[in-house]
């Protein structure tokens, strides 16, 4: 037994050494942030022998932790680290490499935050690098636009967008050549979500097959001993597009799939492991199928107060389901009590609300009108402006999932 605990302490301290950082997914989101804390204080040391490189690793580190539990401070960090990186720069690799952690902590800030400027500010950086002289660079420089583009096309929403950013994508993945297998992985996820969106988009059954072969090859490449976040994240988007692929066909067995895929993904790990991959995966889920209010409760608890994105879709799901349950029993009492919270939210919002905090109450208010209305036969006023705005709202913040589902209850007019 103690043989087998040197044998773990001797693995660790050489996975600590390398570049290759896939092993953070097997330590919980507080031990990430003891290792960047220490890393910090390694590279701040005037004795530190590679300034550079510690540098570079402590932004890496920050931008897990931050991926992990959604604390701002920790982008602060990782973004203070990448300038201490460039100015520890020795030549125009250097600098390139540092510019690189920026600008993923500014695409990270994004995908945690919104804000599509944060986009354009990121392109504009790369754009206005010099020209990489090593080629894992240059393939890391041309990876990370693709991943930026992805993003820009999953806003935009429009199929040439997205079928013009999934091919930047493969040209992208064409280039690494198999010489980072962590980046390659975040290429194939993020080429499996611009395909399968595509795909449902379009009927399209090549760009769906495209999305099952990238999510085959992820899951099958991250073991649950090594990889289990990586695993998570391929299963639970496998569960989506089984789910979305189920509701178009009205399919129950693949409804099934759906739900025990979702399943899977979530036992991967625990909610303290990873917060934001847990609550992610249970918001994605109760898009699709009716979850336990405690979990939808605990997924808003640990996403909240941190202007995400993901606080934002947490909350719009744990009241959609909640005024669902409402209405399915006739309690007009509950509907009105969903109501009044919605109305004490947007009348005294926290300091730390957000535009999106109020698209999603505004979906919330929305939902629980429509509700009543098929309960009392009275037509809501004004609803279709209120969708509209949330709707707009929440694209312009770059939700794209919430303006959808701001979109999808927006009352049709009648046939005459």
């Known amino acids: 037994m103690f043989e087998f605990g040197r044998d773990l302490r001797r693995l660790f301290e050489k996975a600590r050494d390398s570049d290759d950082l896939g092993w953070l997914e097997l330590i919980g989101v507080g031990l990430v942030e003891v290792e960047a804390r220490q890393q910090t204080v ?17 932004s890496a580190l920050w931008r897990e932790h931050a991926r992990r539990c959604g604390a701002a401070l920790s982008l602060d960090k990782a973004e203070a680290a990448a300038r201490d990186a460039a100015r520890h720069a020795q030549n125009d690799d250097q600098a390139i490499r540092a510019a690189l952690e920026l600008v993923q902590t500014t695409m990270l800030a994004f995908d945690l935050c919104g804000g599509p400027d944060r986009i354009e500010t990121a392109l504009a950086l790369l754009k206005a690098l010099p020209a990489a002289r090593r080629g894992d660079t240059a393939g890391a420089v041309a990876a990370l636009e693709a991943r930026l583009h992805a993003r820009r096309a999953l806003i935009a929403g429009e199929t040439a967008a997205l079928l013009d950013a999934c091919a930047r994508l493969d040209a992208a993945l064409h280039g690494l050549r198999g010489s980072h297998r962590t980046l390659e992985d975040d290429l194939r996820l993020d080429r499996a ?7 449902l988009a379009a009927r399209d059954p090549r760009r769906l097959d495209q999305a099952g072969r990238d999510l085959r090859d992820l899951v099958e490449g991250a ?14 988007l496998c569960a989506a597009g089984m789910a979305a692929l189920a509701a178009v066909a009205d399919d129950a067995t693949a409804r099934d799939q759906a739900h025990a895929l979702f399943d899977a993904a979530a036992d991967q790990f625990t909610p303290d492991h990873s917060p934001l ?16 209010l405690l979990v939808l409760v605990q997924a808003e608890a640990l996403t909240e107060g941190g202007g995400l994105i993901l606080g934002a879709q947490a909350h719009e799901r744990r009241v959609a389901q909640e005024t669902e349950r409402a209405e399915s029993i006739g309690d007009l009492s509950a509907l009105l009590e969903i109501e009044s919270g919605l109305r004490r939210r947007l009348g005294r919002p926290s300091v730390a609300a957000t535009p999106l905090d109020w698209a999603a109450d505004q979906i919330g208010m929305a ?16 609803l279709g402006l209120m969708l509209t705005e949330a709707a707009e709202t929440a694209h312009e913040q770059g939700a794209p999932v919430l303006a959808q589902r701001a979109r999808r209850l927006i009352p049709r007019p009648q046939a005459a």
């Open 367 to 382: 939902g629980v009108a429509l509700a009543r209305a098929r309960w009392t036969g009275q037509t809501p006023q004004g």
């Open 193 to 199: 979500a611009l395909s399968l969106e595509a795909g």
């Open 277 to 292: 991959d847990w609550a992610a995966i249970q918001v994605m889920r109760a898009e699709r199928e009716t979850l336990p």
């Open 223 to 236: 073991t649950p001993e090594q990889r289990p976040l990586s695993r998570a994240r391929a299963l639970a």
């Open 42 to 58: 390694d590279a701040g040391r005037v004795s530190c022998p590679r300034p550079f490189d510690a540098a570079l690793r402590a």
